[in-house]
């Protein structure tokens, strides 16, 4: 059986997919000094801005528009605001894992985005007056919004096939989390997964948690998925169900 240790990094699913049809209907605002993608419910129902959702991407950023239409889908379903920072300030990772940087240095790089981010969360709290933040993240922002949860800067997390993680990150988590796992994900595998759930479960003070997995999927299903394939598509959309349920009762 595969030890937790052995979780991969990076994998090929990390830089592949597919591109979400539409059109983004958000505005980019700047917040302190980063540029941020801002959505609002649908609906025109003002959201209260007691509570805010941010959304940490995957190495494409703000580049990908995926990361702006879900970002939609979730103000929609939650009725709450959303906010997508441009963690990598225009300097998205993705070329670089496709060029083969090595893993250290993936990850030396991913480390420094995690300080920017603290500095984007604090300002955000202070120009939005938000009292309550909750956070979905997805491949490397997955791992983002678990350790802001664990240094109790969010309230509330969601972890879609999360990378970068370890047992460490799990066993620290102080608020709700919501782990939507891929059925088969070398960076966060079952091993890893099962491990994480044993952890929290032995915990007397664990906060709520849950560990989805979907049938049919590889990491990344939940960012870049091939909405033609019809299995893909009904966990796509059952997982976004999911990020917005949790976040909607714990948030």
């Known amino acids: ?38 959505t609002h419910p649908s609906s025109g129902a003002p959201a209260d801005p007691a509570k805010v959702i941010v959304s940490f991407t995957d190495v494409f950023g703000l580049e990908l528009v995926n990361n702006k239409i879900i970002p939609d ?4 379903q939650t009725g709450f605001t959303v906010y997508v920072p441009d963690m990598f ?12 940087m090595p893993s250290t240095a993936k990850e030396a790089k991913a480390q420094s985005f995690l300080t920017k981010v603290t500095k984007f969360l604090s300002t955000l709290k202070e120009e939005s007056g938000a009292a309550r933040i909750g ?4 491949c490397y922002g997955g791992k983002s ?30 608020g709700p989390v919501l782990f939507n796992c891929a059925e088969q994900d070398d960076v966060f595998p079952t091993s890893l997964r099962e491990s994480g759930a044993k952890a929290l479960g032995d915990r007397h003070d664990a906060p709520p948690h849950e560990f989805k997995v979907y049938e049919n999927t590889v990491h990344g299903f939940a ?15 059952e997982a976004l169900e999911a990020t917005a349920s949790w976040l909607k009762a714990h948030l």
Request: charged fraction near 20%.
């Open 223 to 237: 960012a870049r998925p091939n909405l033609a394939e019809p299995l893909v598509k009904k966990a796509f959309e």
């Open 89 to 100: 300030h225009g300097d998205s990772i993705a070329q670089d894992a496709v060029k083969g």
């Open 135 to 138: 956070a979905v993240g997805y």
């Open 1 to 38: 059986m595969e030890q937790a240790s052995e979780a991969k990094p990076f994998c090929i699913h990390c830089v592949s997919g597919d591109i979400i049809p539409g059109t983004p209907r958000g505005t980019e605002q700047t917040i302190g000094p980063y540029k941020v993608y801002v």
């Open 145 to 174: 919004c678990l350790v802001f949860n664990a240094r109790g800067l969010v309230d509330v997390s969601v972890a879609c096939h999360p990378s970068f993680i370890n047992l460490s990150d799990i066993k620290s988590l102080k």
């Open 73 to 76: 889908l979730i103000a929609d």
